[in-house]
């Protein structure tokens, strides 16, 4: 039986992918209960979230329906493997060594 690719939890510098949407909206993926092949509409991500209606642009932690960022977020940032799986919208392309400098965009 295969393991979920993002079932281990990151640390919200190093996400498996980053969604942006309308009222600066940002959605860092840290992790996922389910294997891609297994959710469903109810299935749930643990993502580091901010928008504008944030103090000072902080972060909060916690779960979130993984359909209410596929449907409000245009995916900005993402690891190979999430590409396979998710890269259905438009996404900026990662080449290993150039990570680090990308992530810092955001």
Do not use: C
Not at 72 to 80: H, K, M, Q, R, S
Not at 87 to 95: A, D, F, L
Request: charged share 30%; proline share 5%; net charge negative.
């Amino acid at each position: 039986m295969a393991k979920n690719p993002f079932g281990k939890s990151r640390d919200a510098e190093k996400p498996y992918a980053i969604y942006k949407g309308a009222n600066g909206f940002e959605w860092r993926i840290l992790k996922t209960y389910k294997k891609p092949e297994n959710e469903d509409e109810y299935a749930r991500w643990f993502v580091s979230a901010t928008s504008d209606l944030m103090f000072e642009g902080s972060y909060e932690y916690g779960d979130t329906y993984k359909n209410d960022i596929i449907h409000n977020g245009t995916l900005v940032y993402a690891e190979p493997e999430w590409q396979e799986h998710y890269g259905n919208k438009p996404y900026i392309s990662i080449i290993d060594n150039e990570e680090e400098t990308i992530l810092s965009q955001f």
